[in-house]
């Protein structure tokens, strides 16, 4: 779920900034495949580029805390 609002944050930040995704990942230093699949919501990326990219925007991931009584659920 949360890579669904990065990819939306990241495209929106990306075409107010008016760049292309070439330009972006040329500016971030990632390659336009992993900055596709950034916009795209894959679930699996490497947080240090995910913050490369990110840090363009003035923002950056981190751990979390969580409750760990919503960790996991029981089917019933």
Do not use: C, W
Request: glycine share 8%; proline share 4%.
């Amino acid at each position: 779920m949360k890579e669904k609002k990065i990819a939306a944050f990241l495209k929106k930040r990306r075409k107010l900034s008016r760049l292309t995704q070439p330009m972006l990942a040329k500016k971030a230093g990632v390659g336009l495949r992993f900055l596709r699949e950034m916009e795209q919501g894959k679930e699996a990326l490497r947080l240090d580029k995910v913050n490369q990219v990110l840090k363009l925007f003035g923002h950056e991931l981190g751990p979390v805390p969580m409750n760990r009584n919503t960790m996991f659920y029981e089917e019933g």
